[in-house]
């Protein structure tokens, strides 16, 4: 890669690095995971930033790589997964402590337990005020396809009973 390419890659992690990092804490649920997302998903975007720079969006183009790196991991982790348990624990406990608000720790846990999909397009739609179109383009699937996950996931975060006043487990 030459210098100058490198030096636009930097300018451009720089500058969509917040962005980034709190779609990898919203799509993983924890700070640490959507820290790890966010550079391994970086260090995939330098192999390919020619190509990339190139594109009308960068940044979707990274979003789509933290997504699919993202799917890629949970399917080695289950098929990993060989944990005997007495108890499940709650979808709760994978929140980080440092997730801030308590608000923010509800919603983390609450979005930890939607399907995937439907968490990627409700953070983009909704956390990140993409368009049907835009959010269509960063997950690969058609416009369709956005507003039923969308539509489902909301009817699920809807019955969540953290977020519709439930709080008696607190």
């Not at 020619?50 to 080695?76: C, E, G, K, Q």
């Not at 994978?94 to 608000?103: I, N």
Request: hydrophobic share 40%; glycine share 6%; net charge neutral.
């Amino acid at each position: 890669m030459q210098q100058e390419q490198a030096e636009e890659f930097e300018a451009f992690a720089r500058a969509q690095m917040q962005p980034l990092l709190q779609f990898g804490v919203l799509l993983t649920g924890r700070l640490s995971d959507g820290e790890d997302l966010l550079q391994s998903s970086l260090a995939k975007t330098l192999m390919q930033w020619p190509r990339v720079s190139r594109a009308d969006r960068p940044d979707h183009y990274v979003r789509r790589i933290m997504v699919n790196t993202h799917r890629t991991s949970l399917a080695r982790a289950w098929r990993r997964r060989e944990i005997s348990v007495s108890e499940v624990p709650d979808s709760g406990s994978q929140v980080d402590e440092m997730a801030g608000t308590d608000e923010t720790a509800v919603l983390l846990a609450a979005l930890s337990a939607l399907p995937k999909g439907q968490r990627a397009v409700v953070i983009l739609r909704c956390a990140e005020d993409r368009s049907e179109a835009e959010a269509a383009l960063i997950l690969g699937v058609t416009i369709g396809t956005v507003k039923s996950q969308l539509h489902k996931a909301l009817a699920r975060l809807r019955e969540h009973p953290a977020l519709n006043g439930d709080r008696s487990d607190r």
